[in-house]
């Protein structure tokens, strides 16, 4: 476990190591996707939280161009830049997030200005936690008050998915920075991809006696990237077979007609993709309705949809799901990108160690890596500490 740095801790440790004290401190949290996997890209709903595990950036203005960076992770040293030089092809190692985002504000026209900054996170990396958005989110919070840019809270999504779209690198959608930006203690970000509508849904799972626990299978699969781009493409092509311009304007009562126009794993992946945005308002009808623990067979469907029809999981995550429900779980699926990445499970506060338990014996009789298993829940969106 990463002991996060408080506000004044990472003031100080700024201030060793520029010279001068900040500006200011911001965070912005990961997050979770509670369900609605692969229907980001398809104009479709997402459901993610923003978790209790955050970056933090402190930042001071410079009189001149340049960017100097440091994170507390690692011994990677200062990266110096020159904000009037950047562009994608300069992208490497960590500062590529930051940097991206500097990037992706003059793409805006806005003049940035220099800048010192200190990261520290406890978003863990790679984990299908979105790290990089944690980091993104912080920035551009930071930047936009430092600049009096006056950016709202759909600007800074654009800007940030533009940062990690063409500076960065990465196909992602809108769903992680909105979770950061958006989120709210005790609710889950019901999120329209297509038109970025936003309605903040209650979560509460320890309130329902439930705990929300992400299991991290420390995989990643050689194939995640071509996996990745190849089930994009197959949504593409499904819709354009179908005549619609995304995914999200076929329903779930379209699909046997659907299977007349399509072969049969465009049909599958087309399937997985409409069942799930159903998934997603049905969970969200549920949670206002009922509440959590309301919710467990969604999850289910959504991992047998991601398994069977979408073909995205992998043993690790098959494992880690059927292990976590065998221990007690009333619900649980992959979640992310999948061939490897994290599950979560929602589970009676009670069976959570039985549940921890079973994951990590089962991980052990297949002699996989042991997993980390994460308890988390919705916490607040992006925010400036100092
Ligand atoms: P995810 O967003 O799912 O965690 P990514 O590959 O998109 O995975 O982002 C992980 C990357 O973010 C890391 O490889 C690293 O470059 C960067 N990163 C995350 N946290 C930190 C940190 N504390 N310090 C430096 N870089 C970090
Ligand atoms: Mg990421």
């Known amino acids: ?63 001149d161009a340049a960017l100097r960076m440091l994170s ?40 940035v200005p220099g800048l010192d900054l200190l990261l520290d996170s406890d978003v863990p ?49 809108i769903m992680d920075q909105s979770a950061s930006l958006r989120g709210t203690a005790g609710s889950a970000v019901f999120l329209d991809c297509r038109d970025q509508g936003v309605r903040l849904v209650p979560f509460d799972a320890a309130g329902a006696g439930l705990v929300l626990l992400v299991i991290d299978t420390k995989v990643s699969h050689s194939h995640a990237d071509s996996g990745y781009a190849s089930r994009r493409a197959s949504c593409e092509l499904g819709a354009e077979l179908l005549g619609v311009r995304a995914l999200r304007d076929i329903a779930p009562a379209d699909l046997p007609e659907a299977a007349g126009f399509l072969d049969p794993v465009t049909f599958r992946r087309v399937r997985h993709v409409v069942t799930e945005n159903e998934r997603v308002l049905q969970t969200v009808e549920l949670l206002d309705a009922a509440g959590p623990r309301a919710i467990g067979p969604l999850l289910n469907a959504s991992h047998a949809s991601m398994r069977d029809d979408f073909e995205i999981s992998c043993a690790e995550l098959d494992l880690a799901v059927d292990a976590a429900r065998s221990g007690g779980a009333i ?34 009789r297949a002699g996989h890596a042991a997993p980390d298993i994460f308890s988390m829940r919705p916490a607040a969106g992006a925010m400036r500490l100092a």
């Open 1 to 63: 476990m990463i002991l996060p740095l408080g506000p004044e801790k990472l003031a100080a440790r700024f201030e060793s190591v520029f010279g001068a004290a900040p500006d200011g401190v911001w965070q912005a949290p990961g997050r979770v996707n509670l369900i609605g996997e692969h229907t980001d890209y398809n104009e479709g709903f997402v459901l993610p939280f923003a978790i209790d595990r955050t970056a933090r950036v402190a930042v001071r203005v410079r009189p």
């Open 125 to 173: 990396r790679g984990a299908g936690l979105s790290s990089s958005h944690a980091i993104e989110c912080a920035v551009i919070s930071a930047l936009n008050e430092l600049m009096s840019a006056g950016l709202g809270a759909e600007d800074m999504v654009l800007a940030t998915q533009r940062a990690e779209n063409d500076f960065v690198g990465a196909p992602t959608g």
């Open 72 to 111: 507390t992770f690692g011994n990677q040293g200062l990266t110096r830049a020159d904000a009037d030089a950047l562009d994608p092809s300069t992208a490497r190692g960590w500062t590529k997030y930051p940097l991206g985002v500097v990037w992706a504000l003059q793409q805006r026209g806005l003049a």
């Open 331 to 364: 619900g649980a699926r992959m979640t992310g990108g999948g061939f490897g990445g994290s599950a979560i499970a929602l589970a009676p506060m009670e069976s959570e160690r039985q549940v921890r338990a079973a994951v990590e014996n089962a991980f052990f």
